[in-house]
């Protein structure tokens, strides 16, 4: 039994690493058989309820609903396995990069040169003093 379930994890792993977006399809699997079975157990306590009151008015109406509610929950389930699958295509990386050529990229102006003249600015004040003190020197003179 420990073997079946130490291969069936390793599988998953395997089967993750190599097809990500399923990953999502299992999470929306899960979430919705987790729904369905709020569902069911809601309904088994208001049955029960219902016989141990008396009152069975609203065993029909209870009855459609649950099943009305499953349903619609196994239809969004089908539409967000169907749009994750659309979303999730494997070309979602290079849909909204801009690419560039070697040529474009080469005539970019740089901006990291001035980021590095504010951080070397930065940065003399500390390098012009003759003694740097840790925290513990500064907390230790101030008492």
């Known amino acids: 039994m420990y ?4 291969f069936a994890i390793i599988g998953t792993k395997i089967l993750f690493f190599f ?3 399923l990953k999502i399809v299992l999470r929306n699997i ?5 729904f369905v ?11 029960s309820w219902s016989s141990v009151s008396g009152i069975n008015e609203y065993l029909t109406f209870s009855y459609i609903l649950k099943n009305t509610l499953i349903i619609l929950s ?3 389930l089908f539409f967000s396995i ?3 699958k659309l979303k999730n295509d494997g070309f979602d990386k290079f849909r909204d990069k801009e690419l560039k050529t070697y040529s474009e990229k080469k005539l970019e102006p740089k901006t990291n040169l001035q980021k590095n003249e ?12 003759k003694k740097l003190r840790t925290t513990q020197e500064i907390k230790l003179n101030k008492k």
Request: proline content about 2%; hydrophobic content about 45%.
């Open 19 to 21: 097809k990500p977006e």
């Open 118 to 129: 504010i951080d070397d600015a930065y940065f003399n004040k500390f390098r012009n003093k």
């Open 30 to 34: 899960i979430l919705c058989a987790l």
């Open 37 to 47: 079975l709020l569902i069911i157990y809601i309904h088994y306590e208001f049955i």
């Open 74 to 76: 196994l239809v969004l």
């Open 3 to 6: 073997k079946k379930s130490l």
């Open 82 to 84: 169907k749009r994750s």
